[in-house]
């Protein structure tokens, strides 16, 4: 489904150094001006699949890969929506609860406590300041905790001197901050953390495998 343009031109620039792309205005947004403009009702008609079957692809996905998961593992999942994923995975027996920076305005990260497992599906690209969403998620780590997010790799996608012509690069699905592999290297050294890719679109950092990931590492 698409929405009429909205006349306002969106520029991305692109580090030449990490090829880290983003949309510096838009970077500069505050919470409002994203919510009126980017996260306002309108946002399900250019994605749909963020009300339940993105959540719901990502709670069995979950399941899938930690089968045996200790209740003991404290599991937060970042930037979750209205909490579907988290919903299903207790109801798997997992002790999950969700944060959503967008839901829960009168609760602030430092309030949530520490986790051992922290899973961020669809942030990374949406955020305007990637090493303030490093440092917030780390906060919340315990010490030995894993962190598994999603954001589809810009290799090959975004060039110098080209407008981006990837489909990812979507100002209105509030697609403003692009990583290259390099790019989410760099960030994790930069904090302290080891950084792999399961594929494309799945990665973690952590300082050691925790050893109920121990089967995937």
Known sequence: ???????????????GECGYCFAPEMCAWPLEKFEALIYNAD????????????????AHMLRGMFPNLPS???????????????DLLR?????????????????????LGKFDFITAF???EHVPDARQLI???GSLLEDGGMLLFSTLLSDGQVHPGQRPGWWYASPRNGHISLFS???????????????????????????A?????????
């Open 1 to 15: 489904m698409f929405l009429p343009p909205s006349g306002t031109l969106v520029h991305y620039a692109l580090c």
């Open 43 to 58: 946002y399900v008609k250019v994605d749909p699949d963020y009300v339940s079957l993105r959540p719901k692809g990502s």
């Open 72 to 86: 003991t593992v404290r599991h937060l999942d970042y930037g979750g929506g209205s909490g579907i994923m988290s």
């Open 91 to 111: 109801e798997a027996g997992w002790t999950s609860r969700s944060y959503d920076p967008f839901v829960h305005k009168d609760t602030q990260p430092a309030q």
């Open 122 to 124: 669809e942030v990374f």
């Open 135 to 137: 440092g917030t998620l």
């Open 181 to 207: 592999r390099k790019a989410l290297a760099v960030l994790a050294v930069e904090y302290g953390y080891n950084f792999g890719s399961f594929n494309e679109n799945l990665h973690i950092m952590c300082k």
């Open 209 to 217: 495998a925790p050893a109920w990931a121990g089967h995937l590492l």
